[in-house]
């Protein structure tokens, strides 16, 4: 028997896709602080009124606990310094103070060029003036 309607209603009673549930690390502590301090039928009624399974509550105890422990674990006070940070501190003085001595040198280049040009034009004028007097 061929039905006249061939495009078929969806039927109310099929649930739509889950997607996948995401709980911020407040919700997650909070739930954790309630699920502690409960007996073994309140625990099961906090998952029951949460949607939530056991195997969440293990995996979100290991997460804190692993927080937990590398917090511990981390070094007290400030962090070390990266010694790149004081190689380029050092590479930097040093480029500091080659400028330094590069300018004096270029001014000293300078002065020894004038002081070639002026001894040049007094070499040259003194042989010319001693040609004169003779």
């Excluded at 981390?74 to 004081?86: H, L, N, S």
Aim: charged share 30%.
């Amino acid at each position: 028997m061929a039905s006249t309607n061939d495009h078929r209603t969806p039927d109310p009673q099929v649930e739509p896709r889950s997607t996948n549930r995401r709980f911020s690390a407040a919700y997650k502590q909070r739930i954790l602080a309630e699920y502690d301090t409960l007996d073994k039928q309140g625990k099961g009624a906090l998952l029951r009124r949460e949607g939530l399974y056991s195997s969440l509550i293990s995996a979100w105890k290991s997460q804190r606990d692993a927080g937990a422990a590398a917090a511990l674990g981390a070094p007290a006070g400030r962090p070390k310094a990266d010694p790149r940070d004081k190689e380029i501190a050092k590479l930097k003085s040093e480029v500091e103070r080659l400028e330094k001595e590069l300018g004096k040198a270029r001014t000293v280049i300078e002065v020894q060029g004038k002081l070639s040009a002026l001894l040049d034009q007094l070499a040259t004028g003194s042989a010319t003036n001693d040609g004169e007097t003779k």
